[in-house]
């Protein structure tokens, strides 16, 4: 089982549509988590951070988080073409961050 | 404060050639890490440093490949000997430790083709 499991898509919404995306983690002991964007040929681009059980919105976007069952999303809210890219979810393990594989999420116009 | 520098943007080597990559962290960070990343998959943990200590190494950092920090400010990460399989993008972040668990900022990567 991988540390940080996710979907690798491609996830296709159309423009105005909400865009969810979804992350799981097996080390229980993690406590901070993390949303990245990742353009093709770019280097990830932190969007998001969360710490506590619950929703956390900035703008367009809303991290949600559930310890009991290792469970980390990220909606998109009124999804642009801009907004197609990877997106990376992050978990803090006992030396860095650990990364799952991404999700490609295409946004269509 | 421009972020963290990697430098080159771009290498191109021969097999069986040594290269090096050098990463300058945000100024005030004393944390530094190195990833690597393949087409389709996340970035994996490499190895990093506290200050110009290495504190730790992934298992995929085999023993062609070596990083030092001197002085606690800029990072090399030199691979003797490169491989097919060593094609990848290098990514450094760096934090400030005091900030926690906060994400990292990554620099822009050195993308590395071995030919």
């Known amino acids: 089982q991988k540390e940080v499991e996710q979907n690798s898509g491609p996830l296709s919404v159309p423009e105005g549509a909400i865009a969810s995306l979804n992350c799981t983690y097996s080390d229980r002991v993690s406590q901070s988590f993390f949303w990245y964007r990742q353009y093709s040929g770019k280097s990830p681009e932190l969007i998001m951070s969360?710490?506590?059980?619950g929703d956390k919105e900035d703008g367009r976007f809303t991290a949600q988080l559930n310890k009991a069952s290792q469970y980390v999303s990220l909606l998109i809210r009124d999804s642009q073409p801009s907004d197609s890219a990877t997106y990376l979810c992050?978990?803090?393990?006992?030396?860095?961050?650990?990364f799952g594989s991404g999700t490609r999420l295409q946004v269509q116009p | 404060d421009t972020g963290v520098s990697q430098n080159p943007r771009h290498k191109i080597t021969k097999r069986g050639q040594n290269v090096t990559f050098r990463c300058d962290p945000i100024?005030?960070?004393?944390?530094l890490y190195w990833y690597r990343q393949t087409l389709g998959q996340g970035p994996e943990f490499l190895t990093y440093?506290?200050?110009?200590?290495?504190?730790?190494k992934s298992r995929l950092l085999s023993d062609r490949f070596s990083a030092e920090r001197p002085k606690g400010s800029f990072s090399t990460l030199e691979i003797q000997r490169t491989e097919q399989g060593d094609s990848a993008m290098y990514l450094c972040?760096?934090?400030?430790?005091?900030?926690?668990?906060?994400?990292?900022?990554f620099g822009s990567g050195t993308r590395l083709t071995v030919v």
């Open positions: 100024s005030e960070h004393n944390r």
């Open positions: 969360i710490y506590s059980n």
């Open positions: 440093f506290q200050n110009e200590a290495q504190l730790e």
């Open positions: 992050a978990v803090t393990g006992r030396r860095a961050l650990t």
């Open positions: 972040a760096s934090i400030e430790q005091e900030e926690g668990d906060n994400g990292y900022t």
